[in-house]
């Protein structure tokens, strides 16, 4: 699709019924060449003849952070402010382009809005992108800012230890840069946030997003705040203990406290909550109900990548309108495959093998 295609695409898709004539005065045209371009665009498939019926579903889209990953494992328990053996290997990462590409593998369209350098990193991201099928077409590429690398050490039962994150780039990903996009975005069923995001465009975001359902994955302690005063326009969130705490306050040192927060969270607006508990497992919360759901044995390899794989599965069991039970419980299946591989993204995640391992454990 070129960029002039594109931009009568996204008119026809904020307006189907939108004439010809229209459109030649909204991208000072001529009303020849929108034939021309809409013509083009019929045979390309992105649309269906007249009445310009747009030939796909509208994809989930994942609105965040993508950097290229430097792990760091230790073979024997850490010596901190030593040398410690073990293995380094770089991946691709990100929390919204590891969501992106966990939602993939559950078989959903998927569109990844985010930033990234005009670098040998930035293609990696790109053509990775290409591959698993995520559209990027709305994410930035600039040559002034280098893609976002995320530095981190895990001891030797894949716990993570440290990290270090170099992610000023996502500092593009701007309120202004959005404005133009708005109509497109509200067109998903569900837009993922990812708290790397400026606090001002998770703002703007929530307040101007008025038909897609809002889910927010809040990343850190630190950045889980940036969403605090547009709770209320989530559909859903997922959030971790600690988290949990910086939202609400509260000290979650028991299962009391911890279904307390959960209520105080919706009380805030969220009408569906998921706080993770590692190997406690999830509480779960909404208007009518509340529970705790246990976690699934297994040997944890590496722990990084389970909180992105349980987001992903929550979209999923949202887009399959699972109940709750079989949402959470989906989730959590989905986290445990990730756990138990050594890669951040598990090359066996799929629909069949997380149920699998649900059936296998009830």
Known sequence: MTEREREIFDLIEANPMISQAEIASLLAITRTSVAVHISNLVKKGHIMGK????????????????????QGKSNENLLMEDSNPGVIKASLGGVGRNIADNICKFKLDTRLITAVGDDNEGLMVKDNARLLGIDM??????????????????????????????????EQLTPAYFQKLLVKIDHSPFTVLDANLPQ?????????????????????????????VVLNKFYAAKVNKTEAEALTGLSLNNQEMIAEAGRQLVNSGIQR????????????????????????????????????AFTAAMIYGFCENLNNEDLVDFCIGASTITLADQETIASDLTIDNVNTIINNNQ
Do not use: W
Not at 51 to 70: E, F, K, Q, R
Not at 278 to 301: C, E, M, P
């Open 51 to 70: 009445g310009y019926v747009i030939a796909y579903s509208h994809p989930v889209t994942v609105i965040g952070g993508a950097n290229v990953d430097i």
């Open 137 to 170: 077409e709305q994410s930035i590429t600039t040559a002034e800012h280098r893609t976002s690398t995320y530095l981190y050490v895990l001891d030797k039962q894949g716990e993570l230890v440290i990290a270090v994150s170099d992610m000023g780039i996502v």
């Open 200 to 228: 001002e465009t998770i703002e703007y975001l929530a307040n101007n997003l008025v038909k897609t359902k809002l889910v927010l994955d809040p990343v850190s302690i630190t950045k889980a705040v940036k969403a605090k």
């Open 273 to 308: 909550v998921f706080i993770t508990l590692g190997s406690g497992g999830v509480y779960y919360q909404d208007n009518h109900q509340g529970f705790f759901r246990k976690a699934i044995k297994t040997k944890v390899i590496n722990a990084t990548g389970a909180g992105d």
